[in-house]
């Protein structure tokens, strides 16, 4: 007789029937028997499970791991007969409490398992649905059916990025969605994307974060933790961004959008924040990992405070072995269960410091994403400075692998548009791949995310229309985000009815769409920018859940001419490689990149220069004639004259881009005679020009066909 092995309990603690767990997978998770439960403390002297009943605050079970559940820092055991539908659960450690040492062990604190897949109680935006200090975890299934999905796989440097707020970009009813705020809303949005023509979403944090998190009143409004960078868990999703309550299979909206978004050729790609958490410093709340190994989480001064290099009160100590295994962890969690296609890093410099906040020369983790088989292809985006000083645009840690959002692009470039004297040299180089930065033969054409617009800071049309931050809602005094804007109002402070100021203001947006466009690079602008979207002049509105940061969709139609402008650039940007990355040898023996200051080859500038010519030419793949592309730029008041460099042989120019054209219903009607006969033309004032050389017998097809 064959006698079939079956797990029995080891012991009985508090009516429970347990036994020893998988000690090598942290989390909590459905087994055949029960529940498998593992977490690791190193500094802790105890641990217990505690289990609640569903929604409810005082626990009806608390059960001590036992001796035999413990190997090592880890403790792992298996509860039998639990029902993930019927519990909620968190961790109680003991130990030292000694916080001039680092430790801050209180047995009555109720710890929030640092790998819980779902957190209790944030299931409704703007309600805490359980008032007091601690979170509690849920169980999940993690077994969304993936079928033959294939995960998109684009080229970095064909990237065009579009960064959005979950909530706010379809939180306004002018957005005409079933489920506003939500991923379901996004996935309404998707044929609206695929006309745009972006490859990419960025999504804001949409890791579990609190929006109550020292939420306060100004002027009777509630302001909250709306931007949400301020992590309470790393590796649940934030549920109120989630249309429909999926109890036990939380993620699995974000799963279907991220499904349907890449099966549309648009990839994912999350603002992810590992520098700090919202447990803040000595005065902050102790619900996680403080509560666990505060010394080994936190970059700690000799006298156990907290350094605060993220501006929000600590700073991950992320180059400590233990907390390098949890993120690359997380990170591969993402990738492998929601699918994800990169990762945008904020304040991604602290990734980069050693426990005494020192920057390392070699820091482990970068080296360890960089390197790590499953995030192979993975993009990883840093955001390379943070809120100690240090500044790190092209020189972070990238090990042929990171890309940076480039902050020099958008300062110089900004600077230029507006018509600052001296900024026409620093506007080539940012325009033409930032190179002085980002060496071509070691960080190649992807390093570079060059953007103008963020969340952070004026949106596009705002930068345009405000010369000073107006932050006034935001209850401090307008003293809170930067002054440090790189702004023109076209002459007036805000809205206006003059109708001259407006037609300047949204050519001076199409000049700047324009030239994001052209630039080498994978390119990023934030979501509304490309209808001239407004936050009436607040750079800053990191706790404004409110018209002030959401979409006014209605602009879509009142500036079409500006998004049908959008989507044209973004084309032409997709039709022409030769703007995103070095192409092969042009047959005509163009050089890669040409500078053509108001005549051809002049590569001479001044203080005073406000003309800047720039042709790409390289061999069109597949086919046997060359792609060029010329772009003049004049941010200048007055007119100027520019001379065309000469096309090859067999070539002719054509404007395929003016902003100071007269719109149609598809900015498709550019021709500019001047041009063709003898590459002469005046450009405008304030005004961008783009141009392609085309093959002289497809100019006499197209004019046939007319």
């Known amino acids: 007789m064959i006698h079939l092995y079956r797990e029995q309990p080891t012991a009985t603690i508090g009516g429970f029937r347990v036994r020893t767990g998988n000690f090598a997978q942290n989390g909590a998770f459905p087994v055949a028997e029960g529940v498998n439960f593992t977490i690791h403390s190193h500094y802790a002297t105890s641990c217990e499970l505690v289990l609640f009943h569903n929604s409810e605050t005082v626990p009806y079970a608390r059960i001590p791991f036992p001796s035999f559940c413990r190997i090592g820092d880890v403790y792992s055991m298996i509860v039998y007969d639990l029902d993930i539908e019927e519990f909620e659960y968190c961790y109680s450690f003991d130990g030292p409490y000694e916080p001039e040492k680092g430790h801050r062990f209180q047995k009555k604190n109720m710890i929030l398992d640092p790998y819980a897949k779902a957190v209790v109680g944030q299931r409704v935006w703007g309600e805490r649905y359980v008032e007091g200090d601690f979170y509690k975890a849920r169980v999940v299934r993690n077994d969304y059916d993936w079928g033959l999905f294939k995960q998109s796989d684009i080229p970095f440097e064909d990237l065009v990025i579009y960064e959005m707020h979950v909530r706010g970009f379809t939180k306004d009813e002018s957005s005409h969605v079933k489920y506003p705020g939500t991923f379901a809303g996004i996935r309404e949005k998707i044929p609206y994307l695929k006309e745009l023509g972006i490859n990419a979403i960025e999504m804001m944090p949409i890791f579990c974060f609190d929006e109550m998190e020292d939420n306060r009143h100004s002027d009777g409004k509630r302001l909250y933790n709306y931007w949400g960078y301020n992590t309470v868990c790393f590796f649940a999703p934030n549920t109120a961004y989630s249309a429909h309550d999926t109890h036990g299979r939380e993620g699995t909206e974000l799963k279907k959008l991220i499904r349907e978004?890449?099966?549309?050729?648009?990839?994912?790609?999350?603002?992810?924040?590992f520098n700090h958490t919202a447990e803040g410093n000595e005065h902050g709340?102790?619900?996680?990992?403080k509560g666990i190994d505060n010394k080994i989480y936190y970059m700690l001064t000799p006298e156990g405070y907290y350094y605060n290099f993220s501006g929000c009160g600590n700073a991950m100590n992320c180059n400590h072995p233990i907390v390098q295994q949890m993120i690359v962890d997380c990170l591969r969690y993402w990738v492998t269960e929601y699918r994800v296609n990169g990762f945008r890093f904020d304040l991604a410099s602290i990734l980069g410091r050693d426990q005494n906040g020192a920057p390392m020369e070699d820091p482990p983790l970068l080296k360890e994403l960089a390197r790590d088989p499953i995030l192979a292809k993975t993009k990883l985006i840093a955001e390379a400075w943070d809120a100690g000083g240090l500044y790190q645009v092209g020189n972070f840690p990238a090990y042929k692998r990171w890309a940076e959002w480039n902050g020099k692009y958008r300062d110089d470039v900004r600077e230029f548009l507006k018509g600052d004297d001296g900024k026409a040299g620093a506007a080539i180089n940012r325009i033409t791949g930032s190179t002085d930065l980002y060496h071509p033969e070691y960080r190649g054409d992807t390093a570079s995310i060059n953007f103008l617009n963020?969340?952070?800071?004026?949106?596009?049309?705002?930068?345009?229309?405000?010369?000073?931050?107006?932050?006034?809602a935001n209850g401090w005094n307008n003293t809170d985000g930067s002054n440090d804007n790189r702004s023109w109002n076209c002459g007036v402070e805000g809205e206006t009815d003059n109708p001259k100021v407006n037609e300047l203001r949204e050519r001076m947006c199409r000049n700047a769409f324009a030239t994001l466009?052209?630039?080498?690079?994978?390119?990023?602008?934030?979501?509304?920018?490309?209808?001239?979207?407004?936050?009436?002049?607040?750079?800053?509105a990191y706790c404004q859940d409110s018209p002030i940061s959401w979409l006014d969709w209605t602009r879509r139609e009142k500036y079409k001419q500006n998004f049908e402008f959008a989507k044209l650039m973004i084309k032409i940007r997709k039709d022409h490689p030769v703007i995103r990355k070095r192409q092969k040898e042009a047959l005509s023996g163009l050089p890669d990149i040409s500078i053509h200051n108001d005549y051809p080859y002049n590569e001479?500038?001044?203080?005073?220069?406000?003309?800047?010519?720039?042709?790409?030419?390289?061999?069109?793949?597949?086919?046997?004639?060359?792609?060029?592309i010329y772009v003049a730029i004049n941010t200048f008041w007055e007119d100027l004259k520019v001379t065309m460099p000469d096309p090859p042989e067999g070539?002719?120019?054509?404007?395929?881009?003016?902003?100071?054209?007269?719109?149609?219903?598809?900015?498709?009607?550019?021709?500019?005679?001047e041009i063709e006969k003898g590459r002469f033309f005046k450009i405008k004032n304030r005004c961008v020009v783009v141009a392609e050389a085309v093959k002289i017998a497809d100019v006499s097809k197209e004019e046939e066909a007319e």
């Open 261 to 273: 978004l890449n099966a549309n050729g648009i990839e994912v790609i999350l603002d992810v924040v």
């Open 285 to 289: 709340r102790t619900f996680c990992f």
């Open 454 to 472: 963020c969340h952070d800071g004026f949106t596009l049309y705002d930068m345009y229309a405000y010369n000073e931050k107006h932050n006034e």
């Open 517 to 540: 466009m052209v630039s080498r690079g994978p390119a990023m602008f934030y979501s509304g920018d490309e209808f001239c979207n407004t936050q009436s002049g607040n750079n800053n």
């Open 604 to 628: 001479s500038f001044d203080y005073k220069t406000h003309l800047i010519g720039i042709m790409y030419a390289g061999k069109k793949k597949h086919e046997d004639e060359d792609d060029i």
């Open 651 to 673: 070539y002719a120019w054509r404007v395929i881009a003016d902003t100071s054209a007269e719109f149609d219903e598809s900015w498709e009607t550019f021709r500019n005679t």
